[in-house]
């Protein structure tokens, strides 16, 4: 998690032909395990050990964690319900489309293990075996003090409530009130100078899979997530609005060249006065403060809308690491 960051920009891969699977031909392997996957979400228990940066093709990594999302959260990941995540992120119809088509044209679901193991050894290579990892001191505990007042009550809920430590929950809300301040609140190192520095709140959760990390940011960032909703819902409302007006204007303005031009027939006016100048409806803005996943032209274009900032939330570490 984090505040704003940029992002890679994400490729809409075409779709190759999905049979006759080869060692070399990575991108139809990694069709062929997404397919069987959207197919048979029983499947996911042999491949829950892949990491999304073992894909190639960021709209690939995109559909595999949409799926292991909605399998972790107890849901059903078919082509709607990830469908509906990606264009939570940001991606347009045709990414859609290729999920209606990764489905279709899977070889065979009951050999997602195998496509899974090509994928991974496809990504590690002519990497050298691993090392083991030295010895690690121990973390120190974690203690309320550190927290603002106001969220220790918010934090030690969450915590109690899903029994996972009670960092998990502190950190992803610290980046929640960040992301709320945005530019609102400077740094101005000089006394007399009128320099300012904006900072960005950086957050991660480390812990082992299986220790509720996703869980317990979802729950902490709850807030913010239902101040997005409502600002979506005032959108919807807005642009509505605006399309009327918007209508309305341009009936208007047919209606004022219409008399200009009869008036410049007969001489009574000239047509500069009656059209005079034209009054177009502004569109609304949506307001955003929290975003996953996107592009680097869709955050662009959030943040030139958004200039206070907006909270950029990653569930893999490693994925996003690997799209810098």
């Given at each position: 998690?984090?505040?704003?960051?940029?992002?890679?920009?994400?490729?809409?891969?075409?779709?190759?032909?999905?049979?006759?699977?080869?060692?070399?031909?990575?991108?139809?392997?990694?069709?062929?395990?997404?397919?069987?996957?959207?197919?048979?979400?029983?499947?996911?228990?042999?491949?829950?050990?892949?990491?999304?940066?073992?894909?190639?093709?960021?709209?690939?990594?995109?559909?595999?964690?949409?799926?292991?999302?909605?399998?972790?959260?107890?849901?059903?990941?078919?082509?709607?319900?990830?469908?509906?995540?990606?264009?939570?992120?940001?991606?347009?119809?045709?990414?859609?489309?290729?999920?209606?088509?990764?489905?279709?044209?899977?070889?065979?679901?009951?050999?997602?293990?195998?496509?899974?193991?090509?994928?991974?050894?496809?990504?590690?290579?002519?990497?050298?075996?691993?090392?083991?990892?030295?010895?690690?001191?121990?973390?120190?505990?974690?203690?309320?003090?550190?927290?603002?007042?106001?969220?220790?009550?918010?934090?030690?809920?969450?915590?109690?409530?899903?029994?996972?430590?009670?960092?998990?929950?502190?950190?992803?809300?610290?980046?929640?009130?960040?992301?709320?301040?945005?530019?609102?609140?400077?740094?101005?190192?000089?006394?007399?100078?009128?320099?300012?520095?904006?900072?960005?709140?950086?957050?991660?959760?480390?812990?082992?899979?299986?220790?509720?990390?996703s869980p317990a940011a979802a729950e902490a960032l709850a807030p913010l997530r239902s101040l997005q909703d409502l600002a979506f819902e005032t959108y919807r409302t807005a642009l509505e609005e605006y399309e009327i007006a918007r209508r309305a204007a341009k009936i208007e303005a047919d209606e004022r060249e219409r008399q200009a031009r009869k008036a410049l027939r007969e001489g009574r006016?000239?047509?500069?006065?009656?059209?005079?100048?034209?009054?177009?409806?502004?569109?609304?803005?949506?307001?955003?403060?929290?975003?996953?996943?996107?592009?680097?032209?869709?955050?662009?274009?959030?943040?030139?809308?958004?200039?206070?900032?907006?909270?950029?939330?990653?569930?893999?570490?490693?994925?996003?690491?690997?799209?810098?």
């Open positions: 998690m984090t505040a704003v960051a940029p992002l890679t920009v994400t490729a809409r891969p075409a779709l190759g032909k999905v049979g006759g699977l080869g060692a070399d031909d990575v991108l139809d392997v990694e069709q062929a395990l997404l397919g069987a996957l959207l197919l048979n979400n029983h499947a996911f228990e042999h491949v829950a050990g892949l990491a999304e940066d073992a894909f190639s093709e960021p709209l690939n990594r995109a559909i595999f964690r949409a799926i292991r999302r909605e399998i972790e959260a107890g849901g059903v990941a078919d082509i709607t319900t990830v469908g509906e995540a990606l264009r939570g992120a940001g991606y347009g119809a045709s990414s859609i489309a290729y999920l209606a088509r990764l489905a279709a044209n899977v070889p065979s679901a009951a050999r997602a293990a195998l496509y899974a193991a090509k994928v991974r050894e496809r990504a590690i290579g002519d990497w050298p075996e691993p090392q083991p990892l030295p010895e690690v001191p121990p973390v120190a505990p974690f203690e309320d003090k550190f927290l603002p007042p106001l969220l220790r009550a918010f934090v030690a809920d969450i915590a109690e409530r899903m029994q996972c430590p009670p960092d998990f929950p502190a950190v992803a809300a610290l980046a929640m009130i960040g992301a709320a301040i945005g530019r609102r609140v400077t740094i101005r190192p000089c006394r007399r100078g009128d320099w300012a520095v904006v900072p960005n709140l950086w957050a991660m959760l480390v812990g082992r899979p299986g220790v509720l990390k006016a000239s047509a500069r006065e009656i059209l005079g100048a034209a009054q177009e409806p502004e569109p609304p803005r949506a307001l955003r403060f929290i975003v996953a996943d996107a592009t680097v032209e869709a955050l662009a274009e959030i943040l030139e809308e958004n200039p206070n900032g907006v909270l950029l939330v990653r569930d893999e570490l490693s994925g996003w690491l690997r799209e810098l």
